[in-house]
């Protein structure tokens, strides 16, 4: 089945810009989803069919996919962004939904 | 304003069963495809299964085939997840999932109902 691989953590300063990437083989050929998860929450959709953002979230919130790589961007991080962010697409082959193991945002 | 509301987690066997319940409110329930999403205790996130609006299509992670059925009541507005032969790696938060629009995402989301499988 179709794997997702995220670092297992990232971090950066307030006000700095975070990149979470997402590989997969030919990953830039599916719909990326991805989401954030604060400790002892439920996960929240931030992005969407790889770079479109639902109503709430902010602006700094950004995507793109291509090739092997996806990326989710947060421009001028704040302290609340910290929190875990997954990755997931739909793996048409097998019918399945597959999540990325996670990478967990730190805010120096 | 969209709702997910899980209940039916608790402490099981090994081997035991349960049935998680799903109640939805705020949206038109039978116009989406419904979905559980596990989580470990400190681990990621594991899609478990899918069903369609009207129950004619389901999918399941494969660790669970054989074990889990998915089930909805459009007419109660609901979903179930029928677990048997649990195992301890079934232990996990169990959370509802909407599937968006373009059925490849999950929108909105229950805070979850923990089922711990333990002798």
């Known amino acids: 089945s179709y794997v997702l691989t995220q670092p297992p953590s990232v971090s950066v300063a307030p006000r700095q810009t975070a990149r979470i990437t997402c590989g997969g083989n030919n990953i830039g050929s599916k719909s990326v989803h991805w989401y954030q998860q604060k400790p002892g929450q439920a996960p929240v959709l931030v992005v969407y069919?790889?770079?479109d953002r639902p109503s709430g979230i902010p602006e700094r919130f950004s995507g793109s996919n291509s090739g092997n790589t996806a990326t989710l961007t947060i421009s001028r991080v704040e302290a609340g962004d910290e929190a875990d962010y997954y990755c997931q697409v739909w793996d048409s082959s097998y019918d399945h939904w597959v999540f990325g193991g996670g990478t967990k945002l730190t805010v120096l | 304003e969209v709702q997910l509301v899980e209940s039916g987690g608790g402490l099981v066997q090994p081997g035991g069963s349960l049935r998680l319940s799903c109640a939805a409110s705020?949206?038109?329930?039978?116009?989406?495809?419904m979905s559980w999403v596990r989580q470990a205790p400190g681990k990621g996130l594991e899609w478990v299964a899918n069903?369609?609006?009207?129950?004619?299509?389901?999918y399941y992670v494969d660790s669970v085939k054989g074990r889990f059925i998915i089930s909805r009541d459009n007419a109660k507005n609901s979903m179930y997840l029928q677990m048997i032969s649990l195992r301890a790696e079934d232990t996990a938060v169990y959370y509802c999932?909407?599937?968006?629009?373009?059925?490849?995402?999950?929108?909105?989301w229950g805070q979850g109902t923990l089922v711990t499988v333990s002798s």
């Open positions: 999932a909407r599937v968006g629009d373009t059925e490849s995402n999950f929108d909105y």
């Open positions: 705020g949206f038109t329930f039978s116009s989406y495809w």
């Open positions: 069903i369609k609006e009207d129950g004619s299509e389901k």
């Open positions: 069919d790889d770079s």
